[in-house]
């Protein structure tokens, strides 16, 4: 467990496993379909219960897939967070098809929408790194610059979470926070 204060929000790392997270809300790694997958997605699914990919598919009925780079919200479930944003990080194709500005997208919209929904504590798991094949370095630059850069507005949330499930990447989401974060 690490973390550090932006304007008032705490923004801290932990090592674990997002689905038992307690923030208001969790943020799911999901694809295009929202209607669930492995890693991340997953897990939050058998966590969660079917109340979670119920309101997934009446919001895919209602607006069609999720593009690359949105968010959106539904309950939690049987999860402790009372929500999920479920967003769709981008696929790495080598770097030259946006991918940074789609990743730094899915940040910035869950954020958004954590904001206008209300809600005070946020956990992000490191998006795109596992089936997606970010680079978990360059991943983790942008998540932790997209992040910081967010907070340094007036948000009104109390605590972002990184939950990282491996290790090494907790150690590369912490040397990156060390190195962009200047008091
Ligand atoms: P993506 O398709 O966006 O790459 P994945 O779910 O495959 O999403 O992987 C994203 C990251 O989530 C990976 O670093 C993976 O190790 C991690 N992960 C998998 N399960 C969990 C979990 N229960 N809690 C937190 N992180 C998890």
Known sequence: ?????????????VHGDITAQATDAIVNAANSSLIGGGGVDGAIHRAGGPAILEECRQIVAGQGRLPTGKAVITTGGRLKARHVIHTVGPVWRGGQKGEAE????AYRESLKLAVVSGLKTVAFPSISTGAYGYPVEQAAEIAVKTVIDFLKQET????VVFVLYGSSD????EETIQR???P
């Open 1 to 13: 467990m690490y973390s550090i204060k932006i304007n008032q929000t705490r923004l801290s790392l």
């Open 102 to 105: 789609l990743l730094a997208d």
């Open 156 to 159: 009104g949330l109390d605590e």
């Open 170 to 173: 907790y150690r590369v989401y």
């Open 180 to 182: 962009l974060h200047v």
